[in-house]
């Protein structure tokens, strides 16, 4: 059987490394359950070896990209057909790179990815590097509604920066709006 592609959608990070470290951070649960700590974690730290992580993904991508494990994608447009996967993760991207992107792009970027989901989608964070939540987050959601894509802002048991502390979980349908509380 055959491994699920991966993609890779290009963030603001500064680094490949930093892009990197922030996926397999997010892939391994991050340093939400400190009693097991994910692979990486430094115990005697108390962070992610996001160096390790790096390293980690960066000998997977160079032993798997020529079996097509891996595969390049750039939103607001997806080389994938409808409902390909079942969860679709998108980390340190659409809301942390605001001022990169406008409106309209993070609204294409949504229904981009809610289309090529089977399931749902998480988008984390909601808040830009600066800890200020997302300004057309509201708007957004309510443009997405319209459009017939449930919203919903979840708590998460993990913060990587100040006020990084909540996803938005987006599923066709409607949805009830709810905002659990950390």
């Not at 890779?8 to 500064?14: P, Q, V």
């Not at 957004?140 to 990084?164: K, M, N, T, W």
Request: proline share 5%; net charge negative.
């Amino acid at each position: 059987e055959s491994e699920p592609a991966r993609v890779r959608c290009e963030g603001s990070h500064s680094t490949e490394a930093e892009r990197c470290c922030s996926d397999a951070a997010h892939e391994n649960g991050g340093p939400s359950n400190h009693k097991t700590p994910p692979a990486g974690w430094d115990k005697t730290a108390g962070h992610l070896d996001r160096s390790g992580a790096a390293q980690r993904f960066l000998t997977d991508y160079d032993t798997h990209v020529v079996h097509h494990r891996y595969v390049g994608g750039s939103l607001p447009r997806l080389p994938f057909f409808d409902g390909t996967f079942d969860l679709v993760l998108c980390a340190h991207l659409l809301f942390t790179s605001a001022q990169r992107f406008d409106f309209d792009w993070h609204l294409a970027a949504c229904r981009e990815l809610v289309r090529v989901s089977a399931g749902e989608v998480r988008l984390h964070p909601l808040v830009g590097p600066d800890g200020k939540p997302y300004a057309g987050l509201t708007r957004l959601r309510r443009e997405l509604r319209a459009g017939g894509i449930a919203s919903d802002v979840v708590a998460v048991d993990y913060e990587f920066f100040a006020g990084a502390d909540a996803m938005l979980v987006l599923k066709r349908g409607s949805s009830n709006g709810t905002h659990l509380s950390s």
